[in-house]
């Protein structure tokens, strides 16, 4: 089945660091992966949508200039929190969709990254 | 606006039982349903997606309805196990949407208790 997979699963920065977290698609292309934000007992907020090889569509409320999204190739896309500060602290996670394949366009959803900013 | 409802919010029962999980949406037009389990600390994991012409799909003990006119849709889970204890959400896809943006609900956590 299709994997995708996130590095790393958790992650403490300082107040002003910059962090990156990676998600990849292990067995499938995806032009598409989508990254989310999850707060505690709550349900995942759409950040941004990434395309290979374009810049990425961000969701109103989402600054660009602080979650800068890559998305370099068909298996890889990168989120960089930029000058992290407490409230950045959440559980992201990514989603790739399949190109093709037994259920093209499917979404598949990574394991997520806890990010602890102290 | 596209929203989509679940209850209850959260559901305690006992190891063995069954539970029914509820979701309601107004996302319009439709292009799919899917249940998600989230176990804490993890990613969301598919369990099931419907169309518009499925009424049933099932995964095991997972059982899920669809009635695209009334726009509802369950998740049964039958003999319930400690490892069914988890966080479920119901997503709506929108049709023709080109990116296929997913409408999340907010989830009904399940403790399964022994």
């Known amino acids: 089945g299709a994997v995708v997979s996130q590095h790393p699963s958790r992650v403490i920065c300082k107040s002003g660091t910059s962090v990156k977290i990676e998600c990849r698609s292990l067995?499938?292309?995806?032009?598409?992966m989508f990254w989310y934000r999850q707060f505690p007992k709550k349900s995942l907020m759409l950040m941004a949508t990434?395309?290979?090889?374009?810049?990425?569509?961000?969701e109103q409320g989402v600054e660009k200039d602080k979650f800068l999204i890559n998305h370099a190739s068909l298996t890889l896309s990168t989120l960089t929190v930029t000058s992290a500060h407490p409230e950045d602290s959440s559980f992201y996670i990514c989603?790739?969709?399949?190109?093709?394949?037994?259920?093209?366009?499917?979404?598949?959803f990574g394991p997520g990254t806890r990010l602890t900013v102290t | 606006k596209n929203q989509v409802e679940q209850s209850p919010q959260s559901l305690i029962i006992l190891e063995g039982k069954n539970c029914t999980l509820q979701?309601?949406?107004?996302?319009?037009?439709?292009?799919?349903l899917r249940w998600y389990k989230q176990d804490t600390g993890r990613g969301p994991v598919s369990l099931t997606i419907m169309t518009f012409s499925e009424n049933t799909k099932s995964n095991g003990r997972y059982t899920a309805t669809l009635d695209a006119d009334t726009k509802q849709s369950s998740l049964h889970i039958t003999a319930s196990q400690l490892s069914d204890s988890a966080s479920y959400i119901c997503?709506?896809?929108?049709?023709?949407?080109?990116?296929?943006?997913?409408?999340f609900g907010t989830g009904t956590r399940l403790l399964v208790s022994p």
């Open positions: 979701c309601n949406y107004t996302v319009s037009p439709f292009s799919n």
């Open positions: 997503v709506v896809s929108g049709k023709n949407t080109g990116f296929q943006k997913l409408v």
């Open positions: 067995d499938f292309q995806a032009t598409t």
């Open positions: 989603s790739a969709r399949a190109m093709s394949g037994a259920a093209p366009y499917e979404q598949y």
């Open positions: 990434s395309n290979e090889g374009s810049k990425a569509t961000y």
